[in-house]
């Protein structure tokens, strides 16, 4: 009864004070949305939830330098920058000022546990130090390599045959999504699942991984932060759901490092990453976390970025003609794939318009000063945001808006990159934190995209502008529906 009342109570004190603060004495600190005492900008941000990016990306426009303060009931003090010099200081000049911090942590921490992209200080620095070891070998380069050309060879072309011969639509997106959990399973874990022999029920450690991101995803998007608290201290609604979903993927993934862990003692196997972390003898809890780290990061990012790129080649005959002549000059083996630089100004500039992590969030751990002026008080949250960064007239001029792939070079038909700012660019973060799998990312996407355009034309079924869905890892809302053409002319091996 008590709590009833003390709701009714609360609701009564919200409207009175929204009333009595909109006959004029609403504040905006700074730049940012309308805001009002006590609720802050709860109504706008209700109001935009549905177009968040976009709304965000409006507000960083209309400041003069880019970045806004965001007062909202029942979160903390936000602050969203797309300032270049800002996202520096944030993430390296004072980059032990702005960990990810427990409320970010809070959010991925049963799902990621104390897994690399979930943990700061010590904890982080000894993953980043084994995992930067790992990925700079030339064993598991090769590896990548090897396993990434077995998918796309044998796997993702023949069903793209099939469906050419067929005549019927395909979901690219979903086939790129396989294919990426297939190669991170298989490079991470040993484990292949199987994902690209659609005649097979898929794992249910897929639906469980899809599942734990989506609604991991959404605690941090409710408007009010405490709400999935309670429901997960209940044990109710989606927090149930959830639970559910990572007791599924944190016990398919030990069942697989315990089986992993018995050949390795027994053939002293080391191809996949999971076979060198037990060879190096780290504990089966700290691998689980690791690994499934991992697959989070590299299971939907390439996928992303590819899937936007196919659908803005297909509208985009010169550039299609200008990859196709490209990979034929090069070839596709690792050299030649290294050697691609226009394909990799198209993937930039895919990721610029469609960035495969639309934003990234930091916790001040003490008071500070961002280069712009913006006063940052100990424990705010500081988001900074490469979707709007790549939307910022100030940053990629007034044709920002046009997939113009020869802005990534120093002059026009030009064949030497720029080197482009990455914190400009942050699309795989920058500093201590940059990525690791960066130059792997860039193999595998340059050889699945070449490989795809020489055999075939990839022709959208719907024509309206696809809609981008920022989750974990952002998405294009009901797929990338497309007919698969034959391509004649070019040459195939």
């Not at 790129?176 to 991470?188: D, T, W």
């Not at 490469?386 to 100030?394: L, N, S, V």
């Amino acid at each position: 009864m008590f709590i009833l009342i003390l709701f009714f109570a609360l609701g009564f004190f919200l409207l009175l004070s929204f009333l009595i603060t909109s006959l004029n004495k609403t504040t905006t600190p700074f730049y940012g949305p309308k805001t009002y005492p006590l609720v802050g900008c709860l109504f706008s941000f209700y109001e935009n939830r549905r177009r968040l990016l976009n709304w965000y990306t409006d507000l960083l426009s209309q400041s003069p330098s880019q970045t806004i303060v965001v007062k909202r009931f029942g979160a903390r003090r936000t602050i969203v920058t797309a300032n270049a010099q800002n996202v520096e200081h944030i993430l390296k000049s004072s980059f032990h000022n702005y960990p990810k911090g427990k409320p970010f942590t809070d959010i991925l921490g049963d799902l990621l546990g104390c897994g690399i992209f979930n943990v700061d200080g010590d904890l982080w620095s000894v993953q980043r130090k084994l995992a930067s070891h790992e990925f700079s070998t030339k064993y598991l380069r090769e590896f990548v390599v090897k396993i990434v050309k077995e998918e796309v060879d044998f796997k993702l072309l023949p069903l793209l045959e099939e469906a050419a011969i067929k005549g019927r639509a395909v979901d690219l997106q979903d086939l790129l999504k396989r294919f990426a959990f297939n190669v991170v399973c298989k490079i991470s874990l040993g484990f292949d699942p199987l994902l690209l022999d659609l005649s097979r029920t898929d794992p249910p450690i897929v639906k469980a991984f899809e599942t734990s991101a989506m609604l991991s995803a959404m605690r941090g998007m409710a408007p009010i932060y405490l709400v999935w608290k309670f429901k997960r201290a209940l044990n109710i609604g989606k927090e149930k759901k959830l639970k559910e979903a990572i007791n599924l993927v944190h016990e398919s993934v030990m069942e697989i490092i315990q089986n992993k862990k018995k050949v390795v003692e027994e053939y002293n196997s080391r191809g996949d990453l999971l076979s060198r972390l037990l060879l190096a003898g780290h504990g089966e809890e700290v691998i689980r976390d690791m690994v499934i780290s991992f697959i989070m990061a590299g299971r939907d990012t390439t996928s992303s970025a590819m899937t936007w790129l196919f659908w803005l080649l297909s509208k985009d005959e010169n550039a299609q003609d200008s990859i196709l002549e490209e990979s034929t000059n090069t070839g596709l083996e690792f050299e030649g794939l290294k050697e691609m630089n226009y394909l990799k100004a198209c993937l930039c500039e895919s990721m610029r318009l469609y960035p495969p992590v639309a934003w990234d969030s930091k916790h001040a751990t003490n008071d500070d000063v961002l280069p712009d002026g913006t006063s940052v008080r100990q424990g705010d949250r500081v988001t900074y945001f490469p979707y709007g960064m790549g939307r910022m007239e100030t940053l990629w001029g007034k044709d920002r808006f046009e997939f113009k792939p020869d802005r990534w070079f120093n002059e026009p038909n030009g064949t030497i990159l720029k080197n482009v700012n990455p914190f400009v660019f942050p699309v795989f973060q920058a500093g201590p934190r940059m990525c690791l799998g960066k130059d792997m990312a860039f193999i595998q996407m340059k050889y699945v995209v070449a490989s795809v355009l020489r055999r075939f034309k990839i022709e959208p079924v719907n024509s309206n502008q696809p809609a981008f869905v920022p989750l974990l890892t952002a998405h294009m809302a009901g797929g990338l529906n497309v007919m698969i053409k034959r391509r004649s002319g070019h040459v195939l091996n």
